[in-house]
């Protein structure tokens, strides 16, 4: 059975089809990347999975039952995290209160186990020796580390990315791709990206949308190598 679905899943924001009828199905521990030029709709799908946003029609479903009305924070609780594509980062706060607080509220984890469960999150994310660091004085890469480390602190089951890889240099992109593969074992991810080098590696699957739309979903290789790819996506 998946771990998350959508079914004719649409959303409009006046006239505009946002979301478009799209059957999306995730399944337990599968790493999914979610493609598509500006303003597809990639943002606004991952919107409704969370529960940020309700659609105008259809269904969301998480192992199998309909979580469509259940809020945003029944849903963390349920096992859905996102990273941001603007990190929201409390800034006057240290890295490590800014994890505690999803290990607390979204784990629902205290004492000891809180503080070793903060500890890995920080280890696995590199940024252990920033732990006491203002956020807002972290620069663009830690962030993005600080983004991830918060939507794992919660333990959820789906990681949901958003442009977690945009702005960074090549290197940089390396050493994020590290802490979501450390990420990874027992966690089903959809990750949005623009950049193909990031999304190889960790997506063994590919879903292209554009306009709302989902246009096409298969294996990395067969999707990238698509016509339909190069002429929509890249704009050929
Ligand atoms: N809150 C909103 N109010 C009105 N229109 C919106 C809102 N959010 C998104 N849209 C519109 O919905 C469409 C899809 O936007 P969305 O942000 O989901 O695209 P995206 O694929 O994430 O794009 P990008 O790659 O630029 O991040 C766009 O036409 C956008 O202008
Ligand atoms: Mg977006």
Redo the contacts with the bound molecule.
């Keep these: 059975m998946a771990i998350l679905a959508t079914e004719n899943v649409s959303r409009q924001?006046?006239s505009?089809f946002?979301?478009e009828r799209v059957d999306l199905t995730l399944n337990a521990g599968e790493s999914v990347g979610l493609i598509?030029?500006?303003?597809?709709?990639?943002?606004?799908?991952l919107s409704l999975l969370t529960g940020d946003l309700r659609p105008s029609s259809g269904k969301i479903l998480m192992d199998g039952k309909d979580v469509t009305s259940l809020p945003l924070y029944a849903r963390v609780r349920a096992g859905i995290a996102r990273a941001a594509?603007i990190p929201k980062t409390f800034s006057r706060l240290s890295v490590r209160e800014n994890v505690s607080l999803p290990a607390f509220f979204g784990a629902g984890l205290a004492g000891d186990a809180a503080s070793e469960w903060i500890d890995e999150v920080l280890e696995m994310s590199g940024l252990s020796d920033r732990a006491g660091k203002q956020a807002g004085a972290l620069g663009l890469l830690d962030r993005k580390r600080l983004e991830l480390a918060k939507a794992v602190a919660s333990k959820p089951r789906v990681l949901l990315l958003?442009?977690v890889a945009a702005g960074l240099t090549e290197p940089e992109i390396a050493s994020i791709k590290e802490v979501i593969l450390r990420l990874q074992p027992n966690r089903a991810i959809v990750w949005?990206e623009?950049i193909p080098f990031a999304l190889q590696g960790v997506c063994s699957r590919i879903v292209v949308?554009d306009k709302?739309s989902k246009l096409l979903d298969g294996p990395f290789d067969e999707v990238w190598a698509s016509e339909t790819l190069q002429s929509t996506y890249m704009g050929t």
């Design positions: 924001f006046g505009v946002a979301v598509g030029p500006n303003g597809a709709g990639k943002t606004t799908l594509q958003d442009e949005v623009h949308m709302g």
